[in-house]
């Protein structure tokens, strides 16, 4: 087991420069650090880290849809190439008015997983340029990424199923309604 | 003064500078390009949606598909996401054989990259040869898991079976053959007027502000920086393994990316022989997980990543208790290469450049959208 010598460390920096502004903070493992933080100061975190303590590659930002919660989770996974630390900073976004800062000044690369965010989970970034559109085109339903987002019945209003395979829905059943079988009691359980 | 007008030219959904389906909308001035811009979303098939409702069995299935050229670092970092956050352990044998899978699977993707880069200025023989020698490692593959390529080997707790009988013995075979033909590749392609005047030069990055845009992988080997995940956070068993991490090549152009790939593949072959060296021969290779349908991982994150032959893979699996992921987002190389550095580094080329500078960043739309 390596020691924790320099995540501790780097705990103890952030503590005092930020306080309480900061808190949760704690190391996962070797290499891995995680604390949270605020809307409000999730900027001067990041800049911190970035300009004063090295960490100057961003190598992920990631979303979780806590729905039963109300809060959508962003997380964002820094790296410092020297000390060879991921930072995961992470912060908690209202559900019902999603707006985060934009950071693309910081790390332009945050441009795309913004843009990509905004149309996934309809998340706000005040003043982040491109494209409305990034990989979804014409969509004005719910941003299919949150978890209330219903699947298979958007299936259902937009697609047609094939014409001629009516009885093929469920397969095992269709099979053995042609061949005279009869469907042995544990398949039915997991037959759809 | 004349204002100065400018073609809109669409390079793309199909071209030959990638894997997959992606457009670049290109602003030109004559045949230099002022601006670009990247379109994706011909190819968003959902997966991470998808994983939601599936699984975490089910989920090992659908990880591999994000990745064409290259699927085994997705498994591996989901199988490994997972066992993190499970705290299950693997087998030491499960874990040598989970390299050696890893290694094969980047000596075919770059020579993958070998018929790729090389087509992208017109030599198309070296294609022909380089994956009809890929074909070799194929076979290795349907050998050990029964795909060519989409293996579904690699699964949390293990791996899904062990080595077959004399499986050893013909990926020596394999390796001797494929390292005696990189030197007809290098009389090919490495000491070709054509490539040499095209690459050098052509899709510069600046070493200073590479770490900041994101680049990973060979390119930023390219610049000079000594970064590897094998090396910076060994997992499996990377820290037992010698090999060298090519930052001797400083030009960061297509030029340099090249000669790292060109190093980089016979350094896999040598770990692909150091791992066939000290693999135990007994062992179990699979911790067995229980019943999928009730196999429920604890609440918890992590954050895991690889060395692709594109550079550093990560995965950021999320559980929130039950038995179906709360999240898995994947975090791809070429996310950031083929959008954001990909139109910076494009203005001012030419656009006969464009798809060999493509290859050489490694773009790969099918795990940009996943």
Redesign the interface.
């Known amino acids: 087991m390596a020691d924790l010598q320099k995540e501790n460390l780097l705990l103890e920096v952030l503590k005092n420069h930020f306080n309480d502004k900061i808190f949760d903070l704690k190391v ?2 070797h ?2 650090v995680h604390l949270r933080t605020t809307t409000e100061q999730i900027e001067a975190v990041l800049l911190y880290l970035k300009e004063k303590l090295g960490y ?5 930002i ?5 729905i039963e919660e109300n809060r959508f989770e962003l ?1 964002y ?1 820094l790296w410092h ?1 020297e000390d ?1 630390i ?1 930072v ?1 900073v992470k912060v908690d976004v209202d559900r019902l008015n999603p707006v985060a800062p934009n950071i693309d000044y910081i ?3 945050a ?2 997983y913004e843009r990509e965010m905004r149309e996934m989970f309809g998340i706000q970034f005040p003043g982040l340029v491109g ?1 409305k ?5 014409d969509w004005d339903d719910l941003p ?2 949150r ?1 209330d987002f219903d ?1 298979l019945q958007y299936v259902m209003e937009n697609f047609e199923f094939r014409s001629g395979r009516e009885d093929a829905q469920n397969v095992r059943e269709t099979i053995a309604k042609r061949t005279g079988e009869e469907i042995p009691e544990f398949a039915k359980k997991y037959s759809r | 003064m004349r204002k100065q007008k400018t073609t809109t030219i669409y390079l793309g959904p199909q071209h030959p500078g990638i894997t997959g389906n992606m457009m670049v909308k290109l602003e030109v001035d004559g045949d230099t390009i002022v601006k670009a811009e990247t379109h994706i979303g011909y190819l968003h098939r959902g997966f991470e949606k998808l994983m939601e409702r599936r699984n975490w069995l089910q989920s090992f299935t659908i990880v591999c598909r994000i990745c064409v050229p290259e699927p085994d670092p997705n498994e591996e970092n989901y199988a490994r996401g997972v066992e993190e956050i499970e705290g299950r352990e693997v087998p030491e044998k499960a874990r040598w054989i989970r390299m050696l899978v890893l290694e094969l699977a980047r000596i075919q993707a770059y020579l993958l990259w070998y018929g790729g880069q090389s087509a992208s200025v017109g030599l198309y023989t070296i294609g022909q040869w380089s994956i009809g020698d890929r074909n070799y490692v194929l076979d290795l593959f349907e050998e050990l898991t029964g795909g060519r390529v989409y293996h579904m080997y690699i699964w949390p707790g293990g791996v899904r079976r062990d080595l077959p009988k004399g499986f050893k013995d013909r990926v020596y075979k394999v390796m001797d053959y494929i390292e005696k033909r990189l030197d007809d590749y290098d009389r090919l392609l490495f000491d070709n007027a054509i490539f040499q005047k095209r690459a050098q030069g052509v899709g510069y990055i600046p070493p200073e502000k590479a770490i900041e845009w994101g680049v990973v992988g060979p390119p930023l080997r390219a610049t000079g920086t000594k970064s590897d995940v094998r090396i910076d956070e060994p997992y499996e068993f990377y820290d037992q393994v010698e090999f060298v991490v090519p930052d001797f090549y400083k030009t960061s152009d297509v030029w340099a990316r090249a000669l790292v790939r060109r190093f980089e593949i016979r350094q896999a072959i040598n770990i692909v022989r150091q791992v066939l060296d000290k693999m135990p021969e007994k062992g179990p290779v699979w911790n067995k997980i229980p019943n999928p349908h009730k196999w429920r991982i604890p609440r918890g994150d992590a954050y895991v990543k690889t060395e692709s032959a594109r550079g550093e893979f990560g995965y950021y699996v999320v559980s929130d208790g039950s038995q179906f992921p709360r999240r898995v987002h994947v975090r791809g190389p070429a996310y950031v290469h083929g959008i954001t550095l990909l139109e910076k580094i494009l203005v001012g080329q030419n656009i006969s450049d464009v798809s060999m500078i493509m290859n050489s960043l490694g773009t790969c739309p099918p795990e940009m959208e996943r």
């Open positions: 996962q493992r290499q891995r100057k590659h961003l190598s992920h990631s979303c979780v849809d806590w997380v996974i190439p060879k991921n995961l790390w332009p690369q441009n795309t494209r559109e990034l990989i979804l085109e299919p990424m978890r699947t």
